[in-house]
């Protein structure tokens, strides 16, 4: 068994797999790293590996203390990748998008990718079907557009993620819910759009936290898989 982990921006996802199938997943924060692992493994004794991604403050040596009963497998910039990286400061992409790029490459073969993962920031990476990787673009995700309006603003107040009544909203709460949610929503079905115009034989894939409030709302066919990066996290691995 593999132990998949992902170390975002705002959260810990890990998933666990039995070859290609994934057994379980679990989400918690950074301060209850130790003890969800210790929970985690020993549920599950059959875990020979833990293959990670991080681009979240939290120290490498959290998981290598674990190499007495796993083999730990840290996704880096030196680790090779299935294609070919054209972005001009190539050690500055994120691991996070490289990893998804990947698993875009392995899962998808023969396509053009658009990957966009919705999480505290949302990502968008092009790779062709050549295996060619572009570039993207980054914005930010929903709860950064909840959080900016009330850190930058003196009296629009902090919402929670909440479905707009309308692309108009008729009160303050509702204005912010119709702009933060409808904005990103029509940004990415501008993204989209845009890039069916340009190529043909694609797919389209939407994941990160966001996926199912999101999928629904986006015009365009796409595959929608909140769980993408540990699933390439573990094709990568295998």
Known sequence: MILAIDVGNSRIKAAV???SKLVEHFVFVKENLEN????????????????LSSVGNVEIDSFLKYQNILKVHCIDHQTAFPFNNLYQTPLTLGIDRMVLSAGAVIQFPKKNRLVID?????????IDEF???HGGAISPGLQLRYKALNDYTARLPLLALDNPENFIGSSTNAAIHAGVVNGLVYE???????????????IIILTGGDTDFLAKRLKNTIFANSNFLLESLNNIFQ
Do not use: P, W
Not at 36 to 48: G, N, V
Not at 118 to 126: E, H, P, Q
Not at 188 to 202: L, P, Q, T, V
């Open 17 to 19: 797999f039995e070859n």
């Open 36 to 51: 969800s692992l210790s929970i985690i493994i020993e549920k599950f004794s059959s875990i020979t590996d833990l293959v």
């Open 118 to 126: 919705a999480g505290t920031c949302v990502t968008y990476d092009f």
């Open 131 to 133: 295996d060619n990787y």
């Open 188 to 202: 990415m079905n501008g993204f989209i759009e845009d890039f069916e115009k340009k190529h043909s034989n694609f």
